[in-house]
């Protein structure tokens, strides 16, 4: 049984436009699904508005979706009250895109990764207070570093920070959300070094949400590409990478940079009037999936 199953999972905003005007429907996500096993580190990309980030944080019920289901472990999520979603976000947890807004900056960094550990009245104040040096130690920051503020570590130490966090409570899911966008590309490798090196260390699961293909070629082993809300692709990041069914697919792949200037290139423009948007995912190959027609 996988460890997180998304069925059909759908959220919709409603924007009015004025008090003469029918209101208009923005579908975030449509009708989404894929599921992850424990222990795997699971791609999610496309360009930014596609949905994958509202994705993420409706699995979490950060926002509540439209309709759908969310197993973990079996569980549905969707259907928990919210003194069970308290306790199952102890086994799920998320790493936010930006270390600068995500930690606030009139706490010390001892007392943000420690809050989770009061929230959820976990051991006496000594013992938090040792957990908090475990994780400080445990993401590579400085243990006499607990009492600064966020402004006064680099954006890096800041993700870790936001990393230690989210492992506080010995979670199984990891959401990563755009978790490396905001830093620099050297920042970024160390980081993500971290994040494979826990994974391997405490048996985590991660939703990796990204943009950058690069990336989540090396270090996912499924991906599911998003594109207006839906997912068009979805397979081992081998066959998607190698042998991309869908147009968006393709088009994205074009756009990723590569490191020999003399390589020839050959950038696709995706038109969007030649596929179907509305096509089921269909097999294509060996786990491997794509809204394209027979």
């Known amino acids: 049984m996988a460890l997180l199953e998304v069925r059909h999972l759908v959220k919709h905003f409603v924007r009015r436009q004025g008090l003469w005007r029918p209101p208009s429907v923005i579908r975030a996500v449509d009708d989404v699904s894929f599921a ?104 590579g920051l400085d243990t006499g570093h607990l009492a600064r503020y966020p402004h006064e570590f680099s954006g890096g130490q800041r993700q870790r920070i936001g990393i230690a966090r989210a492992l506080a409570l010995n979670p199984a899911l990891v959401i990563a959300d755009e978790a490396v966008s905001a830093l620099d590309v050297s920042i970024q490798a160390q980081v993500v070094r971290l994040m494979l090196d826990l994974r391997a260390r405490l048996k985590l699961t991660y939703l990796f949400i990204a943009h950058d293909l690069r990336l989540v070629e090396h270090v996912c082993s499924r991906v599911a590409v998003m594109y207006l809300g839906k997912v068009v692709e979805i397979g081992t990041t081998g066959a998607l990478f190698t042998s991309a069914a869908h147009p968006y697919t393709r088009a994205l792949l074009s756009a990723v940079p590569v490191l020999d200037p003399d390589a020839p290139r050959r950038r696709i423009v995706l038109d969007a009037g030649s596929f179907d948007h509305a096509a089921p995912l269909r097999e294509v190959g060996p786990s491997h999936w794509a809204a394209v027609p027979v």
Do not use: W
């Open 36 to 139: 992850i096993e424990e222990g795997e580190m699971f791609g999610l990309v496309g360009e930014s508005g596609s949905g994958k980030s509202t994705t993420g944080r409706c699995i979490l019920r950060l926002i509540e979706p439209t309709s759908g289901e969310v197993l973990f472990r079996g569980e549905n999520v969707l259907a928990f009250s919210r003194a069970r979603m308290r306790r199952a976000r102890r086994d799920m947890q998320i790493v936010f895109q930006d270390p600068y807004s995500s930690l606030n900056p009139r706490m010390r960094a001892g007392a943000i990764v420690e809050e989770p550990l009061i929230i959820h009245r976990l051991g006496s104040s000594a013992e938090r207070r040792e957990r908090v040096a475990e994780l400080f130690a445990l993401v």
